[in-house]
């Protein structure tokens, strides 16, 4: 009995090791296709940026969709770069901003400037679920 409950233990670890490898093998394989190889920034011809720098790849804007943070009526110099061959662009509805299309490689820059404090969102109208943020004014 004991020896029974043995074996049947020594499958279950067996199989979870066996599971465990397979989607090892999985993500490297994934990783291995290269589709998030970003490009860096100066390699668009982006070297100074006066204020922020969003760089849109991987249906993400800077990997996490980070918060931009602004005091009220103070501006900030904002340059969007899309670095994947998908399109995007950068919308604030509330504060007027529009990037239009980018295509691989193009960028937009504008100046951010909020009157009333508060939480704006950010987003590309093309990926609406996977980006977007917030903008929050204080
Ligand atoms: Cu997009």
């Keep these: 009995m004991v020896n029974r409950i043995i074996t049947v233990a020594v499958y279950i670890f067996a199989a979870i090791g066996v599971l465990t490898s397979a989607y090892l093998i999985y993500d490297v394989s994934t990783e291995a296709n290269g589709d998030d190889e970003a490009k860096s920034p100066a390699e668009f011809g982006i070297r100074n940026v006066d204020g922020l720098l969003m760089v849109a790849n991987d249906n993400k804007f800077n990997g996490t969709n980070p918060d931009i943070r602004l005091a009220t009526n103070t501006s900030k110099g ?13 919308l604030i509805d509330d504060l007027g901003v529009n990037s239009g299309i980018l295509k691989e490689g193009k960028y937009f820059n504008t100046t951010l400037t909020a009157t009333k404090p508060g939480v704006y969102e950010y987003y590309c109208s093309l990926h609406q679920d996977d980006m977007r943020g917030r903008i929050v004014v204080q």
């Design 78 to 90: 904002l340059v969007i770069l899309n670095a994947e061959s998908d399109e995007h662009n950068f």
